[in-house]
């Protein structure tokens, strides 16, 4: 499975380029934002996602058997790793693709919630 996705921040600024390729083999890029950095993403069930942190893990809706998009990056260079899951997520009675994400360096690390307007494919 592979998946693309152009992010533009708000205010039309010019974000990033995703292409991923789900099959959790590990792929060199160039980023415009984060630099160059090397990642792997895949497919991921609730048992793939045992060991993973609990922050990562939910609360997604119970979509698709609880099948998961996992992420893993790092940074060449910069001395970072992050690793994300989506999923969807309702807020405020709306429907929202979710990526809960913990980034770390050394032994400092931070979590963050992204919630993006999911507007489909666009095929």
Do not use: C, N
């Not at 609730?46 to 996992?70: H, I, N, Y």
């Amino acid at each position: 499975t592979h998946i693309d996705i152009t992010q533009t921040a708000t205010g039309g600024i010019k974000g990033t380029t995703e292409l991923r390729t789900l099959d959790w083999t590990l792929r060199g890029h160039k980023d415009g934002i984060f630099g160059e950095v090397k990642g792997k993403s895949r497919w991921a069930s609730l048992k793939d996602l045992k060991g993973a942190d609990e922050w990562l893990r939910g609360p997604f809706l119970d979509e698709d058997g609880g099948v998961r998009v996992q992420a893993w990056v790092e940074s060449i260079g910069g001395g970072w790793t992050a690793e994300q899951v989506w999923g969807f997520e309702e807020i405020k009675g709306s429907r929202y693709h979710v990526r809960h994400i913990i980034v770390r360096k050394g032994e400092d690390w931070k979590q963050a919630r992204l919630v993006y307007d999911y507007q489909g494919s666009s095929t």
